[in-house]
């Protein structure tokens, strides 16, 4: 059963898990309330109990999730839409007697786009509103709208912050509380659900890891003793079998230093840091590197083709990278490294493989170079970032380089000047 942590003030977390409970039964929930936002940090780098996904009430407590510890797929959000300033509106002018021309409104910066708060002004006669980062203190908002309600600028005030609103109401403030309609946390609970359920069917595919000796032939010939060489394939067994332990999987033995485990996809992306450990040993305990080729699929024959695509990768790389190939035909190289990349060497733009082929590049080779830039957030690039870091020769990236720019996928934007003596150093930004 997988575990779900809600995170968000006590209403908000209540509100969640009583919809959350009528629409799914077969999960196990788990309620991080706070008081003050910057509790938030402390829940998702030291939680209490471990959970698979996290929950959170509103983007807010997202943001600062995400903000301590990067961007994860696991999170999710409860998004708010203009309605709610709608709402407040009208049940604050109910409560007036007549409809509000003059409020104060707090929101995150860049929460609305422009467009939104245009519809929102037109009705009213004038809307202060203030921006502001996660990281703002509670005290500067309610300042900012006690500030204008003490002034007379303002009926009302309307406010993301909880905090914010029980102190406006005891100011005698008239407030309203922006938080998710009920319609958009049951939306957003089932979309999430949806996503878990995804998950669940991904961990369950089936994975391939076909691990092979390089230069295998070689030691054969080296052992001068055919006892000695039984007694490296029993060494090497054995730490494949420990492997294999780990990954909960079954091991085939296809012959001349190459081996087949089948595991989960969800076992073998949990133990990629183990995979790396014994694939290093296996290495140093044969004398030879070693190239790794996993396969993900929904059938077995999907997920073996796929493996045997991604070892002739990897032992076709000088670093012998553990290699990936999803169930989709994304591959992943250098995987459990800083280096990293994700990319997908198909497409369906015809009019762009045209100009590949013109330039004699292939569609790999391009998808390896715009995940790069794109990873590293680079708007222009030299050839020698991209030989230091898709780990080629200097000349390999210029050639590329340049039969990218005769197709006009690439431009050259500029020159770098050196510090030592030499032509300068050509600057480029893909198209």
């Not at 969640?16 to 780098?45: C, D, W």
């Not at 709402?87 to 609305?112: C, N, P, T, W």
């Not at 052992?223 to 060494?235: A, I």
């Not at 013109?358 to 715009?370: D, V």
């Amino acid at each position: 059963m997988y575990k779900i942590a809600v995170v968000g003030p006590r209403q908000s977390v209540d509100r969640i898990l009583t919809l959350a409970r009528e629409i799914e039964k077969e999960l196990e929930f788990v309620p991080y309330v706070y008081s003050k936002t910057a509790e938030v940090k402390e829940f998702v780098i030291n939680p209490e109990t471990p959970v698979d996904f996290w929950l959170f009430s509103g983007f807010i407590p997202y943001k600062i999730a995400v903000n301590a510890v990067g961007t994860n797929e696991n999170f999710v959000y409860i998004d708010s839409s203009e309605l709610s300033i709608y709402k407040g509106i009208v049940e604050l002018s109910a409560a007036h007697g007549q409809l509000l021309e003059r409020i104060s409104v707090d929101m995150i910066d860049s929460y609305f786009c422009a467009k939104d708060l245009a519809q929102l002004e037109q009705p009213l006669q004038k809307m202060y509103l203030k921006t502001f980062d996660v990281d703002i203190q509670a005290e500067e908002l309610f300042d900012f709208h006690y500030d204008l309600w003490r002034q007379g600028n303002i009926e009302a005030a309307l406010t993301c912050y909880p905090t914010v609103y029980v102190e406006l109401q005891k100011a005698g403030i008239p407030a309203f509380w922006l938080s998710p309609t009920r319609h958009e946390i049951i939306h957003t609970i089932r979309m999430f659900f949806e996503k878990i359920k995804t998950s669940y069917y991904k961990d369950a595919q089936i994975s391939v890891v076909i691990m092979e000796i390089l230069a295998y032939d070689a030691i054969k010939e080296k052992m001068k003793e055919s006892y000695r060489l039984d007694y490296l394939e029993l060494d090497l067994k054995k730490t494949l079998i420990q492997l294999c332990e780990r990954l909960d999987g079954s091991l085939f033995e296809q012959g001349n230093g190459r081996y087949a485990i089948f595991s989960t996809r969800g076992a073998v992306e949990q133990e990629i840091g183990a995979l790396k450990d014994k694939v290093n040993y296996l290495s140093l305990e044969a004398g030879s590197a070693v190239a790794v080729g996993i396969g993900f699929g929904q059938t077995v024959f999907t997920a073996e083709t796929n493996a045997y695509r991604a070892i002739r990768e990897s032992k076709g790389k000088e670093q012998h990278e553990i290699i990936i190939v999803q169930e989709d035909g994304t591959m992943i190289d250098a995987v459990g490294k800083e280096e990293e990349l994700t990319y997908a060497y198909r497409t369906d733009d015809k009019a762009f493989l045209a100009k590949l082929d013109e330039g004699n590049i292939s569609i790999k080779t391009f998808k390896r170079l715009e995940s790069l830039i794109r990873k590293m957030d680079w708007t222009t690039f030299t050839t020698k970032d991209l030989a230091i870091h898709l780990k080629m020769s200097d000349r390999n990236a210029q050639r590329i380089v340049s039969d990218l720019c005769k197709v006009s996928i690439v431009e050259c934007v500029g020159e770098e000047l050196r510090y030592s003596r030499g032509r300068p150093v050509k600057v480029y930004r893909l198209v």
